[in-house]
């Protein structure tokens, strides 16, 4: 049994509704061993998968497909003879996805300590605490009902 021309509905064109649909905003650009990486606008699903993928992995292929989707080819080589750590890689990669989603959302320090906390977390310990928490526990509210203490000794 055929269909009829009238029966036929019109094609759905994802290339033309996705055109519509980039984002109109500002890319981050990352300068790393003197060169000038602009990142995409939006993260590729290469990536994404690629992610997952080398969590479990270590082929160095799998990273370098992960790393060519963003930076373009040969980074993980460029980076590996630089004497990149792979501390600063996943540093780069939190920034990176982090300031994808929405540029200027990370900064480099606080990609560092994301990292920092994931690795401590893996090792199934509590990342230190930095300056600023550690002040801010030192400062104990008085518990209700007690008296607030001046600090002097009795």
């Given at each position: 049994m055929s269909e009829s021309p009238e029966q036929l509905v019109e094609a759905a064109d994802f290339d033309a509704f996705f055109a519509e649909q980039a984002p109109d905003r500002p890319r981050t650009t990352l300068t790393l061993y003197g060169r000038d990486y602009v990142l995409p606008d939006s993260l590729p699903l290469l990536f994404t998968l690629q992610m997952e993928?080398?969590?479990?992995?270590?082929?160095?292929?799998?990273?370098?497909?992960?790393?060519?989707?963003?930076?373009?080819?040969?980074?993980?080589?460029?980076?590996?003879?630089h004497g990149m750590t792979d501390r600063q890689l996943g540093i780069v990669l939190i920034y990176s996805a982090a300031n994808i989603r929405k540029p200027g959302n990370v900064t480099m320090q606080r990609a560092a300590e994301l990292y920092d906390q994931g690795e401590a977390a893996k090792a199934g310990k509590a990342p230190a605490a930095n300056r600023a928490e550690r002040r801010a526990s030192s400062k104990k509210k008085p518990k209700k009902g007690a008296p607030a203490r001046s600090g002097a000794r009795s």
């Open positions: 993928r080398v969590q479990d992995s270590s082929d160095p292929d799998d990273v370098r497909t992960m790393l060519t989707t963003l930076f373009g080819d040969d980074v993980l080589d460029t980076w590996a003879e």
